[in-house]
């Protein structure tokens, strides 16, 4: 299974950004799509994320700001961010837990990354 993101740039403090991503390989189903993030020196942190029976979770400095969404039937997941701040600068990384197919294996997937940069 592999995962593509795009959508990552440079934005002014206030400014809007989408990320999205697509999940790819021999899946059978999709339970949870997310996004995480990795600020320079800091561990690596649940932004948030949603399950395909539509529940979500995330985290507090983001409420309110950002909206994930996900097309379950695409196995992509997108990233609506809004009202960005400086201290929103990261690497963004999508994430999907599924079932692959034929075997019915669980997966955890990766993407690449893709950089946010909130100047001030």
């Known amino acids: 299974v592999q995962l593509q993101a795009s959508g990552g740039g440079l934005v002014q403090a206030g400014g809007s950004l989408r990320l999205s991503c697509g999940a790819s390989g021999n899946i059978f189903s999709v339970t949870v799509m997310g996004w995480y993030r990795q600020a320079p020196g800091k561990q690596r942190e649940l932004v948030a994320i949603l399950t395909n029976g539509g529940s979500t979770n995330y985290a507090d400095s983001v409420k309110g700001r950002f909206t994930i969404s996900r097309d379950n039937a695409k196995n992509t997941v997108s990233l609506q961010m809004n009202s960005l701040k400086p201290e929103d600068t990261a690497l963004y990384y999508c994430?999907?837990?599924?079932?692959?197919?034929?075997?019915?294996?669980?997966?955890?997937?990766w993407g690449q990354g893709t950089q946010v940069t909130v100047s001030s």
């Open positions: 994430k999907a837990d599924g079932v692959t197919r034929p075997t019915l294996q669980t997966f955890s997937a």
